[in-house]
């Protein structure tokens, strides 16, 4: 059984640059929550999708965007970035809406 | 606001005696409450859940205890061994407009448990 990946693992950008980040969700699971941890604070729901729809949204502009592809893979994109969206972004999957919730390694986004 | 609270930052324990780690939270409707696990450069692992109906689960070496009026609840590990030795984050879950479900993680609280 393949567990969650993320890719990149580290990626460095400057302000108002775009970003994409990818998740590829564990075998056999159909939704994938994305999490902002910032430095010294627990992680922060951003949104999730399930069935390739977003169903769930934290409070994040809507700068940040994403997309879950038929496989149940799934992106996530910060647009015009700025200082404070350096952070760790976690991808979870789960069977379903209240799944538990299996989390990556996470991508070490660093703006500057 | 901070719905769910770890109030200390940092514990530290001998190996083989008790680790008592904290949380507290203030949203009455969250449904279940969670506890995970990280290892610096890995990503959050599961640990034990419990519901918001039940006060204690075990499993093995970790139970939790939730006090609903106190909205509190409490990871004990007995014994403690270095392997323990991790960031714990206290979480709850509760529902979206949108349905899903979100979890509302504390600020951690790193245990280090001396040999």
């Known amino acids: 059984e393949t567990g969650v990946t993320q890719s990149p693992t580290h990626l460095i950008k400057t302000r108002g640059q775009q970003v994409t980040l990818r998740c590829s969700s564990q075998?056999?699971?159909?939704?994938v929550s994305w999490y902002q941890q910032a430095l010294g604070q627990g992680p922060q729901f951003i949104f999730q999708?399930?069935?390739?729809?977003?169903?769930g949204r934290g409070n994040f502009p809507p700068r940040f965007s994403g997309l879950q592809f038929p496989n149940y893979s799934s992106e996530l994109n910060v647009n015009a970035l700025e200082l404070d969206d350096s952070a760790l972004y976690l991808c979870?999957?789960?069977?379903?809406?209240?799944?538990?919730?299996?989390f990556g390694p996470g991508t070490r986004l660093t703006v500057t | 606001d901070q719905q769910v609270k770890q109030n200390s930052p940092s514990l530290s324990v001998q190996e083989g005696r008790i680790s008592i780690l904290n949380c507290d939270y203030t949203n009455s409707m969250f449904d279940y409450f969670l506890w995970y696990k990280k290892y610096p450069a890995e990503g959050p692992t599961f640990l034990i859940s419990?519901?918001?109906?039940?006060d204690k689960n075990e499993d093995g070496r970790f139970t939790v205890f939730l006090n609903k009026s106190a909205k509190h609840l409490s990871l004990h590990i007995v014994p403690s061994q270095p392997g323990d030795s991790a960031v714990y984050f206290c979480a709850a879950s509760t529902r979206t407009q949108g349905g899903s479900e979100k979890l509302v993680f504390g600020k951690g609280t790193k245990l280090t448990v001396n040999p």
């Open positions: 419990i519901s918001s109906i039940k």
């Open positions: 979870a999957s789960s069977l379903g809406w209240g799944g538990e919730q299996y």
């Open positions: 075998s056999g699971h159909n939704t």
């Open positions: 999708y399930y069935r390739e729809e977003e169903n």
